[in-house]
């Protein structure tokens, strides 16, 4: 988990790998890594989050949520 950011990742939403493919490969500071079809946080990565939205776009399911730990 961040520091700053949270990144949720509901598996049972995810059921399409190729939706999976679709989200997490439009995010652009990485934070999503993409194994046999299921996506998972890359931990280092997850305070690079800039709440753009797009993951959120794509992911038709709701699998994806995102908090912020700070005000």
Same mark, same amino acid.
């Given at each position: 988990?961040?520091?700053?950011?949270?990144?949720? =990742?509901?598996?049972?939403?995810?059921?399409? @790998? *190729?939706?999976?493919?679709?989200?997490?490969?439009?995010? @652009?500071?990485? =934070?999503?890594?993409?194994? *046999?079809?299921?996506? /998972?946080?890359?931990?280092?990565?997850?305070?690079?989050?800039?709440?753009?939205?797009?993951?959120?776009?794509?992911?038709?399911?709701?699998?994806?949520?995102i908090e912020?730990? /700070?005000?």
């Open positions: 988990m961040g520091e700053f950011i949270r990144v949720h =990742i509901d598996q049972e939403k995810c059921k399409s @790998p *190729d939706e999976v493919k679709a989200w997490a490969s439009v995010c @652009p500071v990485g =934070i999503f890594k993409v194994h *046999d079809g299921k996506a /998972y946080v890359v931990e280092e990565n997850e305070d690079e989050c800039t709440f753009c939205g797009l993951c959120l776009q794509v992911c038709r399911s709701g699998a994806v949520t912020k730990l /700070y005000e």
